[in-house]
């Protein structure tokens, strides 16, 4: 069992536009579309705010978008804001292993 | 809005267990996939299994396969795991989460639960 390849971190000025890559194995990502993505501020507990590849939970801001492209998945952060400062896990359930794997986490820097 | 509430911190001595619960708010709670995922300090996030509490049926990850046992209790929508023959790198916080409508996504989380390994 092998973590998804994140950027270790990623930093942007307010109001700014950011993407995040997760690259993963044909297996990983497969035909599920299962591509999540996490905020993590510190001491709290991991939140959705991209769910099967595209698809924001109710009460993400439309700032935060996905998308995914062979073996690799991408989170986009347009407008950034300082409260997006915060660690981000890509995830997904890899089919082959029947294991749910995790992104190696990017930190996210509003300068 | 489904709400999960864990145990509190736990100390343990190195070749010990720990049991760590997980209730739910909802009835409904044991109809779902619900996943286990830890963060040891400063590091990221592990996937450590998943349980069908109605039905019992549990997948574990090879590296903690014969050191980790999930449960359920469908008459107090409560989970639980235990971890086993504990060590030092097993000092995380420890999550639960429900997984949203069968499609691999984690929702709600639970707060956390610091498990401490120490001699």
């Known amino acids: 069992q092998s973590a998804l390849t994140q950027p270790a971190s990623v930093s942007g000025s307010p109001g700014q536009s950011i993407t995040i890559s997760c690259t993963g194995t044909?297996?990983?990502?497969?035909?599920?579309?299962?591509v999540t993505w996490y905020q993590q501020h510190p001491g709290k507990a991991p939140k959705v705010v991209i769910y099967g590849v595209y698809s924001r939970p109710s009460g993400v801001s439309n700032r935060f978008s996905g998308s995914k492209s062979g073996t690799s998945a991408t989170l986009g952060i347009t407008g950034l804001q300082t409260g997006d400062e915060a660690d981000y896990y890509c995830?997904?359930?890899?089919?082959?292993?029947?294991?749910?794997?995790f992104g190696t986490g990017t930190k996210v820097t509003v300068l | 809005q489904l709400h999960l509430v864990q145990s509190g911190a736990e100390l343990r001595k190195p070749g010990a267990s720990v049991k760590v619960s997980c209730k739910a708010s909802?009835?409904?709670?044991?109809?779902?996939?619900v996943h286990w995922v830890r963060q040891a300090p400063g590091q990221g996030l592990e996937w450590m299994g998943i349980?069908?509490?109605?039905?019992?049926?549990?997948t574990y990850p090879e590296r903690f396969r014969g050191r980790v046992t999930m449960t359920g209790d469908t008459s107090t929508s409560t989970v639980y795991m235990e971890l086993h023959n504990l060590r030092s790198g097993d000092t995380a916080i420890y999550y639960c989460?429900?997984?949203?409508?069968?499609?691999?996504?984690?929702?709600?989380w639970g707060q956390g639960t610091l498990v401490t390994v120490s001699s």
């Open positions: 909802e009835d409904t709670f044991t109809t779902y996939h």
């Open positions: 044909t297996s990983d990502f497969g035909s599920y579309n299962s």
């Open positions: 989460a429900r997984e949203f409508n069968g499609d691999f996504w984690f929702d709600p």
């Open positions: 349980i069908t509490p109605s039905s019992g049926i549990t």
């Open positions: 995830g997904t359930w890899d089919s082959s292993l029947t294991v749910y794997i």
